[in-house]
């Protein structure tokens, strides 16, 4: 094949430096002999719009292209409580709300044990079963100088039948208190807490 000559020549030329500007590809080599520019390849898949062509103002992405917010954080949990104290709490709402009062009174101090055997304890305490509450977790805990003392502020909801299954959600404090590593219920009143 002969090459292009004159004013065909020129065309060509002409052609591809269009061609390479716009960023197409050109079927044919220039005439000068050079190797051909490769086609640039196209944007990947998760690209929300192309580059715009070299010179050209950038646009602002339209609400539809906007990069998705971010999630909110989790909350984190409250600093000043102590992983073991929340372990003891949260397994003593457990065996409450399985209305399970056998193993929620193991989790009573030595004293309030001494004064009640299990079986006065299932006897005297059947009122813990009553409105069967619902454990939502530790609002807040707040320790005596010793650090062995905690209240601990929880928060449950209830249904009484009396009030025809209206949900009550109250702030009951509870008194914890470590002896060596385990925290222990520091005994129950024998008239309910009303809580606030």
């Not at 005297?124 to 601990?152: C, H, M, W």
């Not at 009030?163 to 925290?183: A, F, H, P, Y």
């Amino acid at each position: 094949m002969r090459p292009f000559t004159g004013r065909r020549a020129q065309r060509r030329l002409t052609w591809s430096a269009v061609a390479i500007a716009a960023g197409i590809g050109c079927s044919a080599p220039a005439a000068t002999g050079s190797a051909q520019t490769p086609a640039p390849e196209p944007p990947p898949a998760t690209q929300t719009a192309p580059a715009p062509p070299h010179g050209a103002p950038a646009t602002a992405p339209t609400g539809d292209q906007a990069a998705p917010p971010a999630a909110a954080p989790a909350a984190a949990p409250a600093a000043n409580v102590d992983p073991a104290l929340k372990a003891r709490v949260d397994a003593y709402w457990a065996a409450r709300m399985a209305m399970n009062l056998a193993a929620a009174y193991t989790f009573y101090d030595p004293t309030f044990r001494a004064a009640y055997n299990e079986q006065q304890f299932l006897q005297n305490f059947q009122r813990l079963l009553r409105f069967r509450p619902e454990y939502l977790g530790i609002d807040k805990v707040s320790y005596a100088p010793s650090k062995t003392v905690a209240t601990v502020t929880v928060k449950l909801r209830t249904r009484p039948a009396e009030l025809d299954g209206m949900e009550l959600v109250s702030n009951n404090d509870e008194k914890w208190q470590r002896t060596g590593e385990t925290w222990f219920k520091q005994g129950e009143p024998l008239l309910p807490d009303f809580g606030r």
